[in-house]
């Protein structure tokens, strides 16, 4: 029998406000523990938090951004649970009414585009932190994070495997960086994702019971953590056992997932409306001003990369994942860079250099002109695609200009056909028994003495010529 993977992902993204999502503290990286902290965060009888406006735009930008309605009335509910995380025994969430609804992005898995819905958008408090290790013998709390505004986008079960699972999250992040509303960083936990998995057999339209996989805070772990929960799960049904609706938690060191505690139901929560904070009622006025305000967003400029300058739905996929990435690439095309040409060094050579550095486009020595005039070169055949790639590398180290470097280093092609014949005639001289085996046949054999010309004129051989060349002289 074969398996078919349910995926649905829960993703935490900490907003970027400058304060906490219901008092005026901080929301600062790195602080000494509990110094940004008020009465409102840490929990105080008597006190009313008051929502930072900047946190519902934010939410309601990312709402437009992938496509939700955005609700006219939304509320917060009281989650409660008891952490020593979280002092005042709740957190504050949204359950009945959340911001955002109904929306959707898509996503390009195999050059294919899939469309994955997503269910709702809500705001949320973050809770602190506990400290165990380092603390000789005690447990200490950090109410720093407490009040932190999240956002919890959770999506349709409509992912089918890991790669989509991780493309999806790609396209997220991406989503939020060119919104400026998250930084996106997995790694430091700004954002987080659960993973919801289950299996069904091929053609049964029933979701067979999922099972929750936390603690994932990598893309290629988003990967590993559900392809490991796929083959558990299909190996505990092929062992004529069931799957029990539970919380589980990837451990990256041992690359499986272990089963941390049986799930809880919404009903534990015993969610309830916040009595302290008002109904929010949503002007369409602002939506439309916000709405207005975003900038062309990743979707749009890939569908704009493929119509415009006919790049394959990969390319501008890849392009796009970064606003600066594909604003770079589109300034290259207009100083006079071929599309595909330049989105295949942009892909190729020049993501492994920066990528070599753990650099970003933005701290790139190459300009986008530049690019263009190394492209003009070897258009006008004044320098070979392979000489081309030293030029980059030079070009990337010192920031210099294509024509400069080519003088300076001497790499102008050769395409002067008495200069590459004097230097066939030489190594056909010297290699008597391969021109014969050529001659008899072993094509094979065009390759030894391109590779012997090249080596000898330093790789500045006009490719073309010298294959020409060398078949005539070889027949
Ligand atoms: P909870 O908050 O209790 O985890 P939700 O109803 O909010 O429950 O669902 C959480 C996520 O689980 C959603 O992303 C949804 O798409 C996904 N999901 C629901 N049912 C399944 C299933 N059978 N298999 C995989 N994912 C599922
Ligand atoms: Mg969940
Ligand atoms: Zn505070």
Redesign the pocket.
Same mark, same amino acid.
């Given at each position: 029998m074969r398996w078919e993977a *349910?995926?649905?992902?829960?993703v935490h993204a900490q907003m970027l406000t400058e304060t906490k999502i219901f008092c005026g503290c901080s929301t600062r990286f790195g602080a000494e523990p509990n110094t940004q902290t008020c009465q409102v965060c840490i929990g105080m009888p008597g006190v009313l938090p008051v929502l930072n406006r900047k946190a519902l735009e934010f939410a309601i930008r990312t709402g437009i951004a992938t496509n939700c309605a955005i609700s006219g009335y939304s509320r917060f509910a009281r989650k409660n649970y008891f952490y020593p995380d979280l002092p005042k025994g709740y957190q504050i969430s949204q359950y009945e009414h959340p911001i955002c609804e109904h929306g959707h992005i898509e996503i390009v898995v195999d050059g294919e585009v899939r469309r994955i819905g997503i269910?709702r958008i809500h705001m949320e408090e973050d809770a602190g932190k506990n400290i165990h290790e380092g603390t000789g013998g005690y447990s200490y709390v950090d109410l720093n994070r407490t009040g932190v505004p999240l956002m919890e986008i *959770?999506?349709?079960?409509d992912i089918r495997s890991p790669k989509e699972a991780a493309e999806y999250m790609r396209k997220l992040r991406s989503i939020v960086r060119y919104l400026g509303v998250c930084d996106g960083n997995l790694e430091q936990g700004s954002l987080r994702c659960d993973a919801? *998995?289950?299996v069904r057999p091929f053609g049964q339209q029933e979701?067979?019971t999922?099972a929750?996989v936390k603690n994932i805070n990598s893309f290629r772990y988003v990967e590993k953590a559900i392809e490991y929960e796929i083959k558990r799960q299909i190996k505990v049904i092929e062992d004529g056992e069931k799957i029990v609706q539970e919380t589980r938690l990837w451990d990256a060191n041992k690359g499986i997932t272990e089963s941390m505690r049986s799930k809880e139901e919404?009903h534990d929560y015993r969610y309830f409306p916040d009595p302290d904070l008002v109904p929010i009622t949503v002007d369409r006025k602002w939506v439309d001003e916000i709405r207005a305000s975003l900038p062309e967003l990743p979707d749009a400029k890939r569908h704009r990369f493929v119509s415009n300058y006919g790049l394959p739905e990969y390319d501008a996929d890849l392009l796009t994942s970064e606003r600066s990435l594909a604003e770079w690439f589109e300034e290259a095309v207009r100083a006079g860079a071929q599309a595909k040409a330049a989105s295949n060094w942009i892909m190729g050579d020049l993501t492994k250099l920066l990528n070599e550095e753990n650099r970003s486009i933005n701290e790139c020595q190459i300009r986008p002109a530049q690019l263009a005039g190394m492209l003009q070169l070897v258009d006008k055949g004044t320098i070979s695609g392979k000489i081309a790639k030293t030029v980059f590398d030079e070009m990337y180290k010192t920031g210099k200009d294509a024509e400069t470097i080519v003088k300076e280093k001497g790499l102008i092609q050769i395409s002067d056909s008495s200069e590459i014949e004097k230097v066939i005639d030489d190594i056909i001289v010297k290699s008597p028994k391969e021109a014969e085996r050529f001659r008899a046949g072993d094509e094979k054999l065009l390759g030894f003495f391109v590779g012997q010309a090249m080596k000898a004129m330093k790789g500045k051989a006009n490719p073309q010529i010298l294959n020409e060349l060398l078949r005539k002289k070889l027949s």
């Open positions: *349910v995926i649905g992902l829960e269910t *959770v999506s349709e079960p919801n *998995v289950s979701f067979g999922r929750e919404a």
